[in-house]
């Protein structure tokens, strides 16, 4: 035989198409079994169909419920107020911190270095962090005693377990500022000198070369970001619950109270307050990629 | 002139300022970064540490004891969470490694839909998906069992894997692998020998995250490990409500492995554009 | 609106580095005059552009537009426009939008932007591209339009950093071309950075070539060929014949042959330089015999190698020529084409 034969053997050989499909598979079958199967599930019990109690209905009585429950609509409008505030403030901070750290060598490694550092703390260990340091007896509530500003505990402002969800919001700010921070300063990094030392001999001050320059720059990153963040502190369970108020609670905890009730039948009204909140992160997503389309362009 | 005096800048004059400006801001990110640790840190070796004193009035290490204690559930917490992170890691990485090939070097008819579905676990909570997930895994056995939680963890760390392995892999040049070909190499060794170690440092920053992602995990463990699956950040979270300095003990417990980890793959880490797009979670 | 551009003993010196990138450069650039500042990488040619640019600070000496200062001004204010090697075009706006962005700065009216724009795109034979994307267009154009975004501004001078290094040979001379008309044309102080002595040549009025952050010699591109002030500047511009020896009255003692010198030598001279082109053949003033040690055919002219008195002297000679090896072979060196130049750089 020729020399060819000697490559690859004689095998038959996959199709291109058949290849692909056998790459994909293993991840294919964990997500739709896995996920696409936990979400149907998921999706059929909000409609009343638990077999574990023998209930074979279909029907919308869970939602009906759930939009009767007078807690439903105050951990709506938390969830979605914490979620918005967080995303807004971690991005800003991110923008300012990076714009910041970039400007020196040093500044950059030394910034990416803790910014890194601090996305290996789980959220968990961030919320513990955060009821020792932000509580009426915390930590800062004692310096501000020491300095004489709040003689006692109830001085210093209830920020933990509050309305307002301020401690859960600076929690996810700690811990989202770095994440955002991260992507910002790569994208900062990957030239964007030269663009602006451009556009100051043509005339653009600082404003303006942020505007024009940086931002379009940065925008696809931290777009993609904020949507991960935002999805993240709408839907979590463990910063809330430990950090808030029984009641509000945001929507998560309240699903997951309701799913534990000894009820068995609060079941479904848990099933339909997951089917919400995963509705309105799918919907966020597909406007943020609509948005992303059509005002980003620089992506390769 | 007059006008040029306006618009001075008087840039030498502007250093040693410049400088004290440069170290504030440095000085206040440093320490906003730190500061939310120094109370962890100092609860965890506190007796009694009551308001108003800004130090504890008396110090001990009963609560380390308590961790490092054989007969305490710490440590059989630790090696569980340490097992199940790493089988995720694992198995995560290597699928995410053959799907995130696929998904960037061949193009495909449904390739748009392929990646939704591999985005979509990335967005939908993990609440809901365990949730769904838990009356099937009953039903299955898998509830209150390790492989159980292993498996639902796999449901956000795989896409995740597979997008870092993906725009790791669309920015290979298939040509070396080619060129491994003719010059005598199986598909197998040419993969082995040429493409792994190229992607590799990629595939260890995805895995590494991975693990961070199923190591930090507390609603999916708890729902599908019914509480019987007992991993570091359940325990934590019981003490939380209950005893504060061992709380902070395991907190610090529970952020050495990843400090160990982003230490030793800091090396990966730098270097071209951050592939983290799961961490929001972590 | 062009000024005239004076440098004065303009220094950059980097932190934890000894020896200066630009050491006491003073040039004066007349309005209206296109100037190359010539030389290879990392000679501190682009840092001087930058500097006059603004976009970096000198640590000593002064930078004037029209005999004012401009060192304390910021570069937004300067009113130097600058092209860089790559076109830095904004990718997330269209070619009309990015040609407009500085008249955008400065909130000209819209109107009178668009108008603008249009000639201007117009002048780089570019006409009707205001609405593509810069990924649409070529290489060459995208550096046309990066041309034009700097020109639409009127700047008093316009800076560019070697802006046609990176398109291919048949490109670059359509660049040269429309830079220099368009240069006649608007009239605007131009000052250029590049490393290929050829198109400085071509395109400047005057070249100041930089060695090593020191400025070697400031004249018209014929004089770097005919009266180069050192060996290194010789050598820079491809001069290779380089015989040493000393100066004796009107004469230059060497190995080779006592040479007649028609230009008057420095005393210090000791390095007589002829350009290969200019060696002769055949009996007369300053002839000498040689033998050849090879030659080498390049389509258009042959490369010759001779020894003579343990000197290697190169020479070009037709195509059609031929100079067998180890033959003896009559040279003479021109007196009015023979330069002597001091072995070392002049300092400063």
């Known amino acids: ?300 | 002139m007059s006008a040029d005096s306006l618009a001075l800048v008087a840039r030498k004059a502007d250093r040693p300022r410049r400088r004290l400006r440069d170290g504030l801001g440095f000085g206040t990110l440093m320490l906003a970064l730190a500061l939310p640790l120094v109370p962890v840190a100092v609860w965890s070796i506190s007796a009694t540490w009551f308001f108003p004193d800004v130090v504890p009035t008396r110090f001990s290490t009963r609560s380390w004891e308590y961790v490092l204690s054989p007969d305490a559930k710490v440590i059989p917490a630790f090696l569980t969470s340490l097992t199940i992170a790493l089988a995720v890691s694992v198995i995560a990485g290597l699928i995410g490694l053959s799907a995130g090939r696929a998904l960037g070097l061949h193009s495909f008819r449904g390739k748009r839909i392929v990646y939704f579905l591999v985005l979509a676990p990335e967005i939908v909570p993990p609440l809901t998906v365990a949730m769904g997930n838990q009356v099937a895994f009953i039903k299955l056995g898998l509830a209150d069992t390790i492989l159980g939680v292993i498996l639902v963890q796999l449901v956000p760390t795989i896409p995740y894997v597979t997008l870092v392995m993906s725009a790791v892999y669309s920015n290979y040049d298939l040509n070396y692998e080619d060129q491994a070909r003719v010059l005598g190499a199986s598909p197998l060794r040419a993969f082995f020998h040429v493409t792994l170690p190229a992607v590799f440092p990629g595939l260890v920053v995805a895995a590494l995250f991975a693990f961070l992602i199923a190591w930090s995990e507390y609603i999916m463990t708890l729902l599908i490990g019914g509480g019987v699956v007992k991993t570091l950040p359940l325990l934590l979270f019981s003490f939380a409500t209950s005893d504060l300095s061992i709380a902070s003990a395991l907190c610090l417990l529970c952020i050495l492995p990843a400090i160990v980890i982003l230490v030793l793959s800091s090396r990966y880490l730098s270097g071209g554009r951050a592939n983290i797009g799961g961490f929001g979670r972590l | 609106m062009s000024v005239q551009v004076n440098l004065a003993e303009l220094s950059k010196v980097y932190p934890k580095t000894e020896t200066p990138s630009v050491d006491r450069v003073s040039l004066s650039i007349e309005a209206g005059s296109l100037f190359a500042l010539l030389g290879p990488s990392g000679c501190g040619k682009t840092t001087t552009l930058k500097m006059i640019a603004g976009l970096l600070d000198p640590t000593a000496g002064e930078i004037t537009f029209d005999g004012r200062s401009v060192v304390r001004i910021p570069p937004e204010r300067r009113n130097a426009a600058m092209v860089f090697q790559k076109p830095l075009l904004f990718p997330h706006m269209t070619i009309g939008e990015n040609v407009a962005f500085g008249l955008r700065m400065k909130h000209v009216e819209r109107g009178v932007i668009r108008e603008r724009v249009g000639k201007m795109l117009d002048l780089v034979r570019l006409p009707g591209v205001e609405n593509r994307r810069p990924g649409e267009l070529s290489g060459g154009q995208e550096q046309r339009v990066s041309l034009a975004r700097a020109l639409v501004t009127s700047p008093a001078v316009l800076l560019l950093d070697e802006p046609l290094s990176q398109l291919d040979a048949n490109l670059r001379i359509e660049m040269r071309d429309l830079i220099r008309q368009i240069q006649a044309e608007l009239g605007v102080t131009t000052i250029f950075v590049t490393h290929d002595q050829e198109e400085a040549v071509m395109l400047a009025d005057r070249i100041a070539l930089m060695l090593d952050g020191r400025l070697m010699q400031v004249d018209t591109p014929a004089s770097f060929y005919e009266r180069p002030s050192s060996i290194a500047v010789a050598r820079f511009f491809g001069a290779r014949n380089f015989i040493p020896g000393r100066v004796s009255g009107s004469r230059f003692q060497s190995s080779v042959a006592e040479f007649e010198v028609a230009h008057p030598a420095p005393p210090d001279g000791t390095i007589l330089t002829i350009r290969q082109e200019a060696i002769a053949l055949g009996p007369g003033p300053n002839a000498f015999t040689a033998t050849v040690r090879r030659s080498m055919y390049l389509g258009t002219m042959l490369r010759v190698w001779v020894d003579t008195g343990g000197v290697e002297v190169e020479f070009t000679a037709a195509p059609g020529d031929q100079f067998p090896e180890g033959s003896e072979v009559t040279l003479r060196f021109p007196p009015e084409h023979v330069w002597v130049v001091p072995a070392a750089e002049p300092d400063a």
């Open chain 1, 1 to 300: 035989m020729d020399a060819l034969s000697s490559l690859g053997g004689n095998r038959p050989r996959l199709s291109p198409r058949a290849r692909t499909w056998l790459l994909l598979s293993p991840a294919l079958a964990v997500i739709v079994v896995l996920f696409l199967g936990g979400v149907f599930f998921g999706i059929i019990q909000s409609l009343n169909y638990l077999p574990l109690i023998g209930q074979y209905d279909l029907n919308l009585d869970a939602y009906a419920q759930m939009l009767a429950d007078p807690a439903f609509g105050p951990s709506l409008i938390l969830s979605v107020w914490i979620a918005f505030a967080a995303t807004f403030l971690s991005a800003v901070l991110a923008i300012a911190a990076s714009l910041f750290l970039r400007q020196t060598s040093v500044g950059r490694r030394l910034g990416t270095y803790l910014f890194q550092l601090n996305l290996a703390i789980p959220h968990i260990v961030g919320a513990v962090a955060m009821l020792l340091l932000l509580s009426q007896s915390g930590l800062i509530s004692r310096l501000t005693h020491a300095v004489g500003l709040t003689p006692d505990t109830s001085s210093f402002p209830a920020i933990v377990n509050d309305r307002w969800g301020v401690a859960i919001i600076a929690e996810y700010v700690w811990k989202e500022v770095p994440f955002i921070g991260v992507v910002v300063l790569a994208a900062l990094a990957g030239g964007t000198r030269d663009y602006e030392d451009l556009a100051r001999t043509l005339g653009a001050g600082w404003r303006q070369r942020f505007r024009h320059v940086i931002l379009p720059f940065i925008a696809p990153g931290v777009l993609s970001t904020s949507i991960i963040v935002f999805a993240f502190s709408f839907a979590a369970y463990e910063v809330p619950f430990l950090l808030g108020q029984p009641y509000p609670a945001t929507l998560s905890v309240l699903a997951y109270l309701s799913y534990t009730n000894v009820d068995l039948n609060a079941r479904s009204e848990a099933q339909a307050i997951n089917v919400v909140i995963a509705l309105i992160v799918i919907v966020l997503t597909v406007v943020y990629l609509r948005l992303s389309n059509r005002y980003v362009r620089t992506e390769r």
